[in-house]
């Protein structure tokens, strides 16, 4: 059993948490880079979320 496997299986118990510290990542990442690289670090937010089985995710508005 991956890494993958272990994460989407608890995923399901705790979906909420998994978006807070998803989004929590990409804030900090795009503090730390000035964000330079907003639009790559959302790319790959959306492909990790996307692996876990949370992309669909409605959209939320900026803040």
Request: proline share 5%; hydrophobic share 25%.
């Amino acid at each position: 059993m991956g890494i993958m496997d272990k994460l989407k299986g608890m995923l399901g118990q705790h979906e909420d948490k998994a978006r807070k510290m998803s989004d929590a990542a990409e804030k900090k990442i795009n503090e730390r880079t000035g964000d330079k690289y907003t639009s790559q670090v959302d790319q790959a937010q959306k492909r990790g979320e996307g692996h876990l089985g949370m992309s669909d995710r409605p959209e939320q508005p900026p803040t």
